[in-house]
C-alpha cells in the first residue's frame, strides 16, 4: 500500500488473518482509517514493510475502529497531531492486552516507533 486511499479500498475486503503492508517511505499528513474486525484466533495486521521505515509526519493520524487489529513498525515524526491525537482507538475497539505496542511522541519533533 502506498497511499491511505489505497489503505481505505483494501479494508471491505480483508479476512480475519490477513495482512496489509504500507510501503517504506514518508507519508506525510495520511490520515489512516483502519477499519476492520478479526477474531482472537486470527487478527488483521498492518504493518510497515521494513520496521521503522514507514514514518509518518506533519498531521498524520492513525485511527482504529474494529477488533484485534494489530498495527507494527510505523514511525511517527515531526508530527503536529490533529487535536494532538497520533493513534485514536473507537470507543469499543477490543485488542488482547500487548498486541498494540505504541508510544506517543514525548514532545514535538521526536519520533517514535510503533514497533
Same mark, same amino acid.
Given at each position: 500500500?502506498?497511499?491511505?486511499a489505497?489503505i481505505?479500498f483494501?479494508?471491505?475486503?480483508?479476512?480475519?488473518?490477513?495482512?496489509?503492508?504500507?510501503?517504506?517511505?514518508?507519508?506525510?499528513?495520511?490520515?489512516?482509517?483502519?477499519?476492520a474486525?478479526?477474531?482472537v484466533?486470527?487478527?488483521?495486521?498492518?504493518?510497515a514493510e521494513?520496521s521503522?521505515q514507514?514514518?509518518l509526519?506533519?498531521n498524520?493520524?492513525l485511527?482504529l475502529?474494529?477488533?484485534?487489529?494489530?498495527v507494527?513498525g510505523?514511525?511517527?515524526k515531526?508530527?503536529s =497531531?490533529?487535536?494532538?491525537?497520533?493513534?485514536?482507538? +473507537? #470507543? $469499543?475497539y477490543?485488542? !488482547?492486552? =500487548?498486541?498494540?505496542?505504541?508510544?506517543?511522541?514525548? +514532545? #514535538? $519533533?521526536?519520533?517514535? !516507533?510503533l514497533?
Amino acid at each position: 500500500m502506498r497511499t491511505p486511499a489505497e489503505i481505505a479500498f483494501a479494508l471491505p475486503f480483508l479476512l480475519p488473518g490477513d495482512t496489509l503492508t504500507m510501503a517504506d517511505g514518508v507519508w506525510q499528513d495520511a490520515d489512516i482509517r483502519f477499519r476492520a474486525s478479526a477474531n482472537v484466533i486470527d487478527s488483521i495486521l498492518l504493518r510497515a514493510e521494513t520496521s521503522g521505515q514507514v514514518i509518518l509526519t506533519g498531521n498524520s493520524r492513525l485511527r482504529l475502529y474494529g477488533s484485534y487489529l494489530i498495527v507494527k513498525g510505523l514511525y511517527f515524526k515531526n508530527g503536529s =497531531g490533529i487535536e494532538d491525537e497520533y493513534v485514536w482507538f +473507537s #470507543p $469499543g475497539y477490543h485488542s !488482547p492486552p =500487548g498486541n498494540f505496542p505504541c508510544r506517543s511522541p514525548p +514532545s #514535538p $519533533g521526536s519520533g517514535q !516507533p510503533l514497533e
